[in-house]
Nanobody, 118 residues
Framework: VQLVESGGGLVQPGGSLRLSCAASGFTFSSYYMSWVRQAPGKGLEWVSDINSGGGSTYYADSVKGRFTISRDNAKNTLYLQMNSLKPEDTALYYC????????????WGQGTQVTVSS
């Protein structure tokens, strides 16, 4: 199993970024996927989930209305569109695979850094 995130960077407050997570080594379309972030000096924070087919999505209150999770099962890729970014969104963003039948994650990517600063 391999998960590789990309798309992070430095952006000004109010700006947008689109993160991608390329998945391989498993049947991507069979798994719920998540985005999780870790801000400097803080613990892990769940950001968003998407079900295996892409028809159901879930968001933390802190990002609801600003972030959109999506997936392309034909391309084995997970996305996170982030709009109206705030300094408090600064974090290392990970994509993670959810273990079937649980709310736990069993595989993680290496993370992509998002920095929101003027």
């Amino acid at each position: 199993v391999q998960l590789v995130e990309s798309g992070g960077g430095l952006v000004q407050p109010g700006g947008s970024l689109r993160l991608s997570c390329a998945a391989s080594g498993f049947t991507f379309s069979s798994y719920y996927m998540s985005w999780v972030r870790q801000a400097p000096g803080k613990g892990l924070e769940w950001v968003s989930d998407i079900n295996s087919g892409g028809g159901s999505t879930y968001y933390a209150d802190s990002v609801k209305g600003r972030f959109t999770i999506s997936r392309d099962n034909a391309k084995n890729t997970l996305y996170l569109q982030m709009n109206s970014l705030k300094p408090e969104d600064t974090a290392l963003y990970y994509c993670a695979r959810e273990r079937r039948g649980t709310a736990a994650w069993d595989y993680w990517g290496q993370g992509t850094q998002v920095t929101v600063s003027s």
